[in-house]
């Protein structure tokens, strides 16, 4: 079956742009999440969504950026004003259910450059 | 802060066994995970302890004691597939599996 896709698979921007990353996650996972990868750094948590709810939006660096899930489905992460410091591969999770036993899949990410 | 700490690189020789340590900071420790991601790819997800002792899958083993904030991964019969990083990740509290990934562990397998 398919996975988790993500879109675009790059994407270069002007600093200062706004930008929309896309994450599709599995077919019925109630799940899903969002990470940043830096270059050197560990994976970092963003944002957790529970069907279209988002109890933990603890990890999102700033105002600049924002997620919305819609249909439990699909998920956009909008990043505002986009500074060189948000260079990194953005990647999606999703899971059946939230709980701990519950497996994360991970989409292939996005390559954002901030220029 | 959720510390995890684990070498940064390791090297290892085609056909042999290698051990990837990670120590973690205990307080609201939910279960231990280790992910394999090779380069420009997506993490895979490998194993998951929440209670201590070796958990063995194949060629890949994990190991958790929760007392001393410790586990390992590890690796038999080493192939040259294997190499990639290797993230280990501490679940938290939060009544979801809110999980903080270490910086990871390059292996490089030689022939």
């Known amino acids: 079956g398919a996975g988790v896709s993500q879109s675009p698979s790059n994407k270069v921007t002007e600093k200062g742009k706004d930008v929309e990353l896309r994450c599709d996650p599995i077919?019925?996972?109630?799940?899903l999440y969002w990470y940043r990868q830096s270059l050197g750094q560990g994976l970092e948590f963003l944002i957790y969504f529970q069907g279209n709810s988002a109890p933990d939006k603890s990890g999102l660096p700033s105002d600049r950026f924002s997620a919305e899930r819609t249909g439990g489905s699909v998920s956009t992460l909008t990043i505002q004003r986009t500074q060189q410091e948000d260079s990194a591969v953005y990647l999606c999770?999703?899971?059946?259910?939230?709980?701990?036993?519950?497996?994360?899949?991970f989409g292939p990410g996005t390559r954002l450059t901030v220029l | 802060g959720q510390n995890i700490d684990q070498p940064t690189e390791m090297t290892a020789t085609e056909g042999a066994i290698v051990q990837i340590n990670c120590t973690y900071q205990?307080?609201?420790?939910?279960?231990l995970f280790w992910y394999q991601q090779h380069a420009g790819e997506a993490p895979t997800f490998l194993s998951y302890n929440v209670l201590d002792g070796l958990e063995e899958k194949g060629r890949f083993s994990s190991f958790l004691s929760r007392s001393k904030g410790y586990s390992y991964l590890l690796l038999k019969e080493l192939q040259m597939k294997d190499s990639a990083s290797y993230l280990c990740?501490?679940?938290?509290?939060?009544?979801?599996?809110?999980?903080?990934f270490g910086i990871g562990t390059k292996l490089q397998v030689i022939p």
């Open positions: 999770a999703s899971s059946l259910a939230g709980g701990m036993t519950n497996t994360q899949y």
């Open positions: 990740a501490r679940g938290g509290s939060g009544g979801y599996q809110k999980v903080t």
């Open positions: 077919s019925g996972h109630t799940a």
């Open positions: 205990t307080s609201g420790f939910n279960g």
